[in-house]
């Protein structure tokens, strides 16, 4: 408990990741006045000679005044992010994917509860908090009524929406986020470099397929007998979720399958509007972020319309503008982070660390595995410190990106390794932002519980998540198979 109470104190006391990104800035700004004056310079793999540019110098400055609002537009995460979460955003607002996920879970056998509960959890990463507004409660209440502890509900959907978090079968929002670090990254070593938003999908799927596994035997083996020998209270369900209307469900969802059938036959007929390759991959998979707009965004309206929350086109607007004011923080998030990447970028100091980090990890003649390995390890630990996913990899993406392209191992493979990484200690760190959900459903049923009562509860999911996770990666590259669409294990210089 010192540890977890070092941890939350230490996380505490760390600024928005905002201002972390301000003052990142302003160190780059003053490392690169330092390294420019002492006409530190590097030969790169072309043999061209990399020099850090003065940002503090009068070009540097007016550098910084005259691209500010560019950096910020051009930011290749802003833009993506929002089109996506429009429409996914939208239809968890109206109602639609809160209803789909209740109507899915309240018709689930008693003897498939568990790892149909836990692929519900990481399926719900696709309906934003959805999962931990709706599965959490509802998943206590069900194995409470099949006479098992409540506990062991909560700890099984806790597990699959927050320790599975970046695992999936769909493309959620994630994606296109994590893509465009990535390509940021890749860029400070290759300029033409694009990442594409499908780039982890294969890994993704099988992924969600070994946790859903995994945790169905860490569940029954491990946490359920433990969760036995805790005392419940009494308590009354008052689950507020209100019943939705049948009709309303199965017309909207009867609309979604519509549409992923009318884009399956767009991809595979020839002249239709996706069929065939685009300018750097396939044309579905460039344009996989409208698509997932267009894809929650009409069974979401559907649903809205039939239900009657929306009544006319000023509810859809009101409701796609409380969309957007959600993301309020990210867009901050996008402005801080855009001009610490530019900075990084233009000042030299990424190219240059790129190249002598590369350097320095071809000098230890260290397997790749063994580097991956140690990355993730890292990222699970920040983890503990740190609980935004974008603001840790907006800083991560710039430096290990380039970094580990340096020894052959393409972006796509160190985005998915950063995936497991920051997904697994979720369920364990006071920072995550969603654990007050969770102490306020385990204090329904356990009278003097707290944070050691869910940490020891959750433990065994983070320790099996990472090793299973981190193996099937391995085998994964040891197997040579592709990540996903465009989703290479390589990078060759």
Not at 247 to 253: D, H, R
């Amino acid at each position: 408990m010192k540890l977890l109470s070092l941890i939350e104190k230490t996380g505490n006391k760390l600024p928005d990741p905002s201002i972390l990104f301000f003052m990142g800035t302003l160190l780059i700004f003053a490392l690169s006045m330092i390294i420019s004056k002492l006409n530190f310079s590097i030969t790169d793999h072309n043999n061209n000679l990399v020099i850090v540019k003065n940002l503090l110098s009068s070009d540097g400055v007016w550098w910084l005044l005259s691209s500010m609002v560019n950096n910020f537009i051009l930011f290749p995460p802003l833009g993506i992010v929002l089109v996506g979460m429009l429409g996914i955003g939208f239809a968890e607002k109206t109602g639609f994917l809160p209803a789909l996920l209740h109507f899915v879970i309240t018709r689930i056998r008693k003897n498939l509860l568990t790892p149909i509960t836990m692929l519900l959890g990481i399926l719900s990463s696709i309906a934003l908090d959805a999962g931990y507004v709706v599965l959490i409660p509802i998943a206590a209440a069900l194995y409470s009524s099949a006479g098992r502890s409540p506990l062991l509900g909560i700890a099984v959907s806790f597990a699959g929406v927050s320790a599975g978090f970046s695992a999936n079968i769909f493309i959620t929002a994630l994606d296109p986020l994590l893509a465009g670090f990535t390509q940021i990254g890749a860029r400070i070593i290759d300029p033409h470099y694009v990442v594409a938003v499908t780039s982890n999908w294969w890994f993704m799927i099988a992924s969600t397929i070994t946790l859903t596994l995994i945790g169905w035997y860490v569940t029954e083996r491990i946490v359920e007998p433990s969760v036995k020998k805790i005392a419940i209270k009494k308590y009354e369900n008052t689950n507020s979720f209100m019943q939705r209307e049948n009709s309303a469900l199965f017309y909207s969802s009867l609309s979604l399958v519509t549409l992923l059938i009318i884009f399956y036959l767009f991809t595979v007929y020839e002249n239709a509007p996706l069929y065939g390759n685009g300018e750097h991959f396939q044309r579905w998979v460039e344009v996989t972020v409208p698509l997932l707009f267009i894809i929650f965004f009409i069974p979401g309206l559907l649903y809205g319309i039939l239900n009657q929350k929306i009544n006319n086109n000023h509810d859809i607007a009101k409701i796609l503008g409380q969309v957007l004011s959600k993301l309020g923080p990210y867009i901050v998030l996008a402005f801080f982070a855009a001009q610490f990447i530019a900075a990084f970028n233009y000042s030299g100091l990424g190219h240059v660390l790129a190249i002598a980090g590369g350097g320095f990890l071809k000098g230890l003649e260290i397997e790749n595995s063994l580097l991956l390995s140690c990355f993730i390890l890292m990222a699970v630990f920040i983890n503990l410190f740190i609980g935004s996913s974008s603001a840790k990899y907006a800083f991560f993406a710039p430096v290990f990106v380039p970094m580990l392209m340096q020894i052959g191992i393409s972006p796509e493979l160190t985005q998915a390794s950063y995936r497991i990484g920051d997904s697994v200690s979720n369920v364990i760190t006071p920072m995550n932002p969603y654990m007050i959900i969770i102490l306020m459903e385990v204090k329904k049923y356990v009278r003097g519980s707290g944070l050691g009562t869910v940490i020891a509860m959750m433990l065994p999911y983070t320790i099996s998540f990472l090793i299973t996770w981190l193996l099937l990666l391995l085998f994964w590259i040891e197997m040579s198979w592709p990540l996903g669409p465009s989703g290479t294990l390589v990078y060759q210089l």
